[in-house]
């Protein structure tokens, strides 16, 4: 079973950047993918960003496109997330997430499998 430790986030002013860190242990590694998701108050987990292990293509969500880059060292079994302008819309709780096998699509939480415990990230205006 994998854990999924994220780190990295915090309370930044509007227009900060912040990278988040999800480091993943606990046997082989070789997901299909990872991805990050986040929960403000009273609303569902949305969608961030993917990347696929192998290939290293990503994908975001339009609200995130242009300032948040999602990247992964292999050999460290780590996933990061770049953001950058951040806005006071961002804030939740961001959360790592991986998808050990082949999925059609990975936008959606059910699509991944293990979770880690979240970081908050806090943008002021």
């Known amino acids: 079973q994998v854990q999924l430790v994220e780190s990295g986030g915090g309370l930044v002013h509007a227009g900060a950047s912040l990278r988040l860190s999800c480091a993943a242990s606990g046997g082989t590694f070789r997901p299909y993918a990872m991805g990050w998701f986040r929960q403000a108050p009273g609303k569902e987990r949305e969608f961030v960003a993917f990347i696929r292990w192998n290939t290293g293509y990503t994908y975001y969500a339009d609200s995130v496109k242009g300032r948040f880059t999602i990247s992964r060292v292999n050999a460290k079994n780590t996933v990061y997330l770049q953001m950058n302008s951040l806005k006071p819309e961002d804030t939740a709780v961001y959360y790592c997430?991986?998808?050990?096998?082949?999925?059609?699509?990975?936008?959606?939480?059910?699509?991944?499998?293990?979770w880690g415990q979240g970081t908050q990230v806090t943008v002021s205006s």
């Open positions: 997430a991986v998808a050990p096998q082949y999925r059609s699509s990975l936008i959606r939480p059910a699509d991944f499998g293990s």
